[in-house]
């Protein structure tokens, strides 16, 4: 086995992943707030350290883990599979988390789950450029007081047309994890994103 395959992980699992799980959920908790996500993960080339993060925390033997076309590599595959056991799935639909730094994926092609079971949707974890630097948004919604303005640079150029048809399907839709430099935003469904 390739040693490369090996490396890269958690030096403290337990920790880490709850540190890890801390940040996730906080996030989505209160979306528009930036966690931290820095954890020292040195993970194959093409997969961000911070999406690395994501997939040792959230995704084991029971859950389908999609990957845009730039990340499924040979390497990125052998580490996923040796650290987390997850199913890889070429199907966006039949995900349950995605990994993603494609800027012009959509959303809507993901699992949205169903009226009965909203929480069968993917989670979408997307890489960005930065948290901060891009045009201003204004979030309101369940776990922001009032509202709170973003700046995230590199989402895709239609994200707020997509965002609005995302939460008009309320309780179906996806919830989205932006990372990037060692640090994350949660945006759940019911998060309400516009211009500022």
Not at 103 to 109: F, I, N, S
Not at 110 to 117: E, R, S
Request: proline share 7%; charged share 15%; with cysteine.
């Amino acid at each position: 086995m390739d040693t490369n395959t090996l490396d890269g992980g958690f030096a403290d699992p337990v920790m880490q992943s709850q540190t890890a799980f801390r940040a996730v959920m906080d996030g989505l908790a209160n979306p528009g707030t930036v966690q931290d996500l820095a954890l020292g993960l040195v993970p194959p080339s093409s997969l961000s350290p911070e999406l690395a993060a994501i997939a040792l925390t959230l995704c084991d033997h029971d859950t389908t883990l999609w990957l845009d076309r730039d990340l499924a590599t040979d390497a990125v595959l052998g580490w996923l599979r040796f650290h987390t056991s997850a199913p890889i799935t070429s199907e966006r639909a039949q995900a349950q988390f995605a990994l993603t730094r494609d800027p012009t994926m959509t959303l809507a092609d993901f699992d949205q789950g169903t009226d009965l079971y909203p929480d069968r949707s993917t989670t979408v974890a997307l890489a960005i450029q930065s948290v901060s630097g891009g045009q201003a948004l204004s979030l309101t919604g369940p776990g922001i007081d009032g509202s709170i303005t973003i700046a995230p640079h590199g989402l895709p150029a239609d994200f707020l047309t997509q965002w609005a048809e995302n939460g008009a399907q309320f309780p179906r839709g996806v919830d989205l994890l932006l990372v990037a430099d060692g640090q994350l935003i949660g945006l759940p469904r019911t998060t309400r994103i516009k211009k500022a």
